[in-house]
T-cell receptor
Framework: DSGVTQTPKHLITATGQRVTLRCSPR?????VYWYQQSLDQGLQFLIQ???????AKGNILERFSAQQFPDLHSELNLSSLELGDSALYFC????????????FGSGTRLTVV | DQQVKQNSPSLSVQEGRISILNCDYT??????FLWYKKYPAEGPTFLIS?????DKNEDGRFTVFLNKSAKHLSLHIVPSQPGDSAVYFC??????????????FGKGTLLTVNP
């Protein structure tokens, strides 16, 4: 157990629908990152939050949004889903400083049918 | 634009031999590099890192080498074990300060260690 909890582990939904992925960071970590891993793609950075505030944005579609709540958990909302959104979505958290990189959750596998 | 490139999608080695995984980067602002290992159905886990002020970092069977002039790093695993079979991701970051940094990942290399 890495200490980063992602739910649900698997999600199957239809095109056009909206889903919410949830992430609880490791205790004490203030930063949360969301990454997408599609087939044959590396880990694509989507967005970072630090202590409730958005800090960095990557290749995140306008149909996607995220937030970090006062208890530091984060949610990634995906709407108007398309077949191409099928992927593994990882959440990671980190402490201040970068010497140890991120701690990843086990991911949510989203399948859009 | 792929700033971190792992040009070998897969690598197969015999148990006990050396595994060498390569990574190239294009962004000269990157100054900290990490390797992650990922097993199926799990998230990536941190393996080893290196700062740009060093050219080598060793941790047990794992050694990372950094060649800044060539913008190239490599991960050596000696000796390789079947349990090392996994996808290995190279990642890089630049010094944006404090809590605000992001890692840029390569596409990964699938290492298979054959008994």
């Amino acid at each position: 157990d890495s200490g980063v909890t992602q739910t649900p582990k698997h999600l199957i939904t239809a095109t056009g629908q909206r889903v919410t992925l949830r992430c609880s960071p490791r205790s004490g970590d203030l930063s949360v990152y969301w990454y997408q891993q599609s087939l044959d793609q590396g880990l694509q950075f989507l967005i970072q939050y630090y202590n409730g505030e958005e800090r960095a944005k990557g290749n995140i579609l306008e149909r996607f949004s995220a937030q970090q709540f006062p208890d530091l958990h984060s949610e990634l909302n995906l709407s108007s889903l398309e077949l191409g959104d099928s992927a593994l979505y990882f959440c990671a958290s980190s402490t201040q400083g970068r010497n140890y990189g991120y701690t990843f959750g086990s991911g949510t596998r989203l399948t859009v049918v | 634009d792929q700033q971190v490139k792992q040009n070998s999608p897969s690598l197969s080695v015999q148990e006990g031999r050396i595994s060498i995984l390569n990574c190239d980067y294009t962004n000269s602002m990157f100054d900290y590099f990490l390797w992650y290992k990922k097993y199926p159905a799990e998230g990536p886990t941190f393996l080893i890192s290196i700062s740009s002020i060093k050219d080598k970092n060793e941790d047990g069977r794992f050694t990372v080498f950094l060649n800044k002039s060539a913008k190239h790093l490599s991960l050596h695993i000696v000796p390789s074990q079947p349990g090392d079979s996994a996808v290995y991701f190279c990642a890089a970051s630049s010094n944006s300060g404090g809590s605000n940094y992001k890692l840029t990942f390569g596409k990964g290399t699938l290492l298979t260690v054959n008994p």
